[in-house]
């Protein structure tokens, strides 16, 4: 379920649309992963991306108001895991993998069957 950033279906397919639309968005998904972590609701954000509408978290960024290619959600690993979308028992193995979320924004990618997650480093200050 946890894959790497090099993950080849995803380097070909997403990463140009995904890093176009990070550069516009970035910033707001920064501030999100802050407000997450310090307000104590999880130390793990994760952002859903789709193309289409999908039912994991709550909706940040509608592509058509923003023109993105990707919506952007909000949700955290509580959510992943009580959805079943991580083991249980694969929960330490999530978190051990999970970037520093003050560096790194921590997207999963949905795309019809495909589902990967991606760490994209934020653009320096």
Known sequence: MISDFNDPELSGKYLGTITKDFIQVSEILKEASY???????????IFPISKTEQPIGQLLLNKTEKNLDWNYYITYLDEFIQRKLIAEE????????????????????????????????YPED
Not at 35 to 45: A, C, E, G, H, I
Not at 94 to 119: H, M, N, Q, R, W
């Open 35 to 45: 407000q997450v972590r310090s307000r104590k609701f999880s130390k793990y954000p």
């Open 90 to 121: 694969l929960q330490e193995d999530f978190i051990k993998a999970y970037k520093d979320p003050d560096e790194f924004c921590c997207l999963f990618v949905v795309d019809g069957v495909f589902t990967s997650f991606v760490y994209i480093p």
